[in-house]
């Protein structure tokens, strides 16, 4: 589902912030080409 | 989704193609994930930032529909207490639901 894609992660200060799924993202051989942790209150 | 965050979207998406790109959520709640996956598939949908009228119909999940996915320790670590605390249930079936209406890529 995530091999090879080019992956944009929106986290939520609230919720999942962009460096922890980041970090999940990286064990499946995905590339991060963006992060950003949002705050959506 | 922050109107800076849309202009990035757009912007990555006509450098990699849409079809390459996969949109990670990490939302706290049902609402908020929607309107997200929303912008990032069907356009903005309160008609303010770059995306409005776009319909780019990117792949977008939220972190908790992937846990299956990713390394489940990596997972546990990163993930397990908000998934103790936020309604996962209903975050899913949102994000899902906004997938299954307006996402273009079916796999």
Known sequence: ?41 | MDLENQKRVLDLSEKYGKENIAVILGTSEAESAGLTAETVTAGDPTYAGPLAGVSLGLRVYHMFELKDQVDANVYDEQCGMMEMVLDVDAINNEVKSIRDQYCQFKD
Do not use: N
Request: some cysteine; proline content about 5%.
């Open chain 1, 1 to 41: 589902m995530l091999k090879d894609k080019k992956v944009i992660i929106i986290g939520d200060r609230d919720g999942i912030p962009a460096p922890a799924i980041e970090e999940c993202v990286k064990t499946v051989g995905a590339e991060v080409v963006f992060a950003a942790t949002e705050c959506f209150v």
